[in-house]
């Protein structure tokens, strides 16, 4: 009977402890959202407010460090990547940008070691699947069921499907671009989430009204505005929605880290107008900027009947600039705009005259185009100009293996000057487009 009350009294007065460490205990949290350029693991302060978000949560955590009455009770680290791209490198990326965050918060004296959990996901499919779970798309159901899929699928060892062939395959890859353009570039980020106790008595950090900090009960919820977190503060897992938090500062840029080599654009291309007029023509084009590409041509036919002096010959070069207009600022993908500049020389018969132009005709023009993916290193390229030509043009008569020149005149012409439907062979290192891989992650 002894053993009995002293159970009920040992009962009661851990009752009574956890019940004072309820009413004098707060459970809250913090967190830090950085994102990452395409094919990056730099940390870039001017790219997405990054500096800001990072010079405000270390002012709050700092001001919670200093905090006698706080107690830190864990720091997690996620980071990942975008699924566009080889997986190995996906990876690397994740590593390396959880890397980085982690450097940055260690030489800052904000962290230890031994407080710190990373949770590196490679491609972050947890992420895309809470986009993904809370927009309104048509075909929500349809993808859910595919990222519910392995990652790889094998048969006798070997991989035959997986998430990412189906997810790209899924109504044409119309789906996978729209979440591209949708979710990719958040996915591309290293998240860093902060768990703590505050006493009730004590003021906690100022968060500029964006936090609001709820009693510890079972399960804790922490509200924000931007970002909510549902879960267990022993389990620091389960995150429905992620979104960055507001700043109003700039951060000291910190020291650059070691990224990948930067990709390399360039095309090999030939006019498919031109080689069906039986006109031999080659082209290329580099990225020097982002969007900007310069471009260089050259076409030349040389053919003659000698019998009747009758020629088609057309010799040409063309040299320009253009800039591409998509979101990521890079080549040889969507619209464009473009100047460039041309020289001509020919020499031909139309109906028993002939017409050469004297050495060389000038020009410039400005143009549009437009770049259609139709596999991983090959596009159909669009493009129109229009501009002014002039030049010194002989016309003539083919006659016993003569020309009889007529006349011979100055001519301006303003209009069109440029008509091409291009294949374009893409290459370079990180120059891929279509529906199987778009730059960057």
Known sequence: MRKILIMIFLLLSFGLGYAQEISEVYVTSDTLQVYFRQDKILLDPQFRSNGKRLKEFSRRFN????????????????????????????????????????????????????????????????????FVRASNLPYKEEVLEILALPEWIKENGKVVDGRKHRLMNYQGGKVWNELYDRYYADLRGTRVMIAYNILKADVAPQTDGMQEVMPRTDTVYVKKVDTVFIGNVNNYNTIVNITPLPATEEVDKPAPAKGPRKPFYMVIKSNLLYDGLVIPNIGAEIGITRGGVLSGSYQNIWLRDKGWTRWYRLEGFEAGLKWYLNKEKRPFKGHRIEVFGQMFTWDFTYKERGYLAERWAYGGSIGYGYALPIGRRFSLDFEIGVGYLSGNMHEYIPMDGHRVWQSLERFHWIGPTKLGVTLQWLIGRGNFNGKEVKEGR
């Open 63 to 130: 001001a919670l460090l200093n905090n006698p009455q706080s107690n830190v009770r864990s720091i997690l680290i996620v980071s990942g990547a975008s699924p566009e791209g080889p997986s190995t490198r996906n990876r690397y990326l994740s590593d390396n940008r959880a890397q980085v965050i982690y450097d940055y918060l260690l030489d800052r004296h904000l962290v230890d070691a031994e407080h710190v959990e990373i949770e590196s996901r490679g491609v972050d499919w947890k992420g895309l699947e809470a």
